[in-house]
């Protein structure tokens, strides 16, 4: 089992930048391919980025290549994601989501567990 926390969502200007963690009590993330997705109000949970066990392949969507990096600690069992030139589209809630699968799925529904998220809103 392996329960996820995550931490560091906020209140930022747009072109500013939020640093998100996930903390994981439980099983070794080293163990599982780790995802950020973000859901805004009324819509559906959508992929961010996802990070291979090792870290050294990510994916991470269209809207926010370029922008945000996905990054992990194993030892830690931390997985980050850095987010800069944040805009009023950013505005979501985001989770952090440990898989079985491969790091390469993009979808929420291949994912196995699921923090409860952290508010991220960012002002215009």
């Known amino acids: 089992q392996v329960q996820l926390v995550e931490s560091g969502g906020g209140l930022v200007q747009a072109g500013g930048s939020l640093r998100l963690s996930c903390a994981s009590s439980?099983?070794?993330?080293?163990?599982?391919?780790m995802g950020w997705f973000r859901q805004a109000p009324g819509k559906e949970r959508e992929f961010v980025a996802s990070?291979?066990?090792?870290?050294?392949?990510?994916v991470y969507s269209d809207s926010v290549k370029g922008r945000f990096t996905i990054s992990r600690d194993n030892a830690k069992n931390t997985v980050k994601l850095l987010m800069n030139s944040l805009g009023p589209e950013d505005t979501a809630v985001y989770y952090c989501a440990a898989g079985r699968g491969s790091y390469t799925q993009t979808q929420a529904l291949d994912y196995n567990y699921w923090g409860q998220g952290t508010q991220v809103t960012v002002s215009s």
């Open positions: 439980g099983r070794t993330v080293s163990n599982y391919a």
């Open positions: 990070s291979s066990r090792s870290g050294f392949s990510t």
